[in-house]
């Protein structure tokens, strides 16, 4: 079945731009979801299709997708953006999902 | 705005079944646009996808082969809900469980979980 990795974690300082990949065979084939997830609460979808964000989602939120990686852009970073981030694709065979490993992003 | 609100045990003894349910507001569980889902999360084996339920003018379930022996998946339309019951669990099974809603009306592209429950912690010991 796919496989899509992530790093285990990411660490940036407040105000610069935190990058978080996550890789997988020709994953530029597969559409790409993003979710956040803070201690303790529930996932938050907060890019799909790659780089479309909800509409709550704010606009230092990005997502793009090339070859073998696909990255989940948060510029402008700040204390509230310190969660683990999880990238989801679509299995083409079985149509089930394959979750990443997760990163938990550090804010310095 | 829909919500998912999960119910159920947080204690479970090995060997016993696991039963949850997650009620649906805002939306129907006979949607032809949505698919409902139950997903695990524990420290060994991250965001684990159990399976789900839908209706396309009858029902389907689709089950993950690591449980699919164990598990069943099934939908309340008089009460808008659906449930998870998950047999013979073992320790193993410890983990926090969520429903979730794939959406796959065309406005998340391909279909994601934009609507999540808030989780439930279930531990197996006895």
């Known amino acids: 079945s796919y496989v899509v990795t992530q790093p285990p974690s990411v660490s940036v300082a407040p105000g610069k731009t935190a990058s978080i990949t996550c890789g997988g065979d020709?994953?530029?084939?597969?559409?790409v979801n993003w979710y956040q997830q803070r201690p303790g609460q529930a996932p938050v979808l907060v890019v799909y299709d790659d780089n479309v964000r909800p509409s709550l989602i704010p606009a230092r939120f990005s997502g793009s997708n090339s070859g073998n990686t696909a990255t989940l852009t948060i510029s402008r970073v700040e204390a509230g953006d310190e969660a683990d981030y999880f990238c989801q694709v679509w299995d083409n065979i079985s149509d089930h999902p394959v979750f990443g490993g997760g990163t938990k992003l550090t804010v310095l | 705005q829909a919500q998912l609100q999960q119910s159920g045990p947080g204690l479970v003894k090995p060997s016993q079944t696991l039963s949850l349910t997650c009620g649906i507001s805002?939306?129907?569980?006979?949607?032809?646009?949505?698919?409902w889902n139950w997903i695990r999360q524990s420290p060994s084996r991250g965001l684990e996808w159990l399976g789900r339920t839908y209706y396309r003018s009858q029902w389907y379930t689709d089950y993950a082969v690591s449980v699919k022996s164990r598990l069943t998946i099934t939908a309340d339309t008089s009460k808008n809900l659906f449930s998870l019951q998950l047999n013979s669990v073992t320790p193993a099974d410890t983990a926090v469980y969520y429903c979730?809603?794939?959406?796959?009306?065309?406005?998340?592209?391909?279909?994601?979980?934009?609507?999540w429950g808030q989780g439930t912690v279930v531990t197996v010991s006895s």
């Open positions: 020709n994953i530029v084939s597969k559409s």
């Open positions: 979730a809603r794939r959406d796959n009306s065309g406005l998340t592209g391909l279909g994601a979980f934009d609507l």
């Open positions: 805002g939306d129907s569980v006979s949607s032809d646009t949505s698919a």
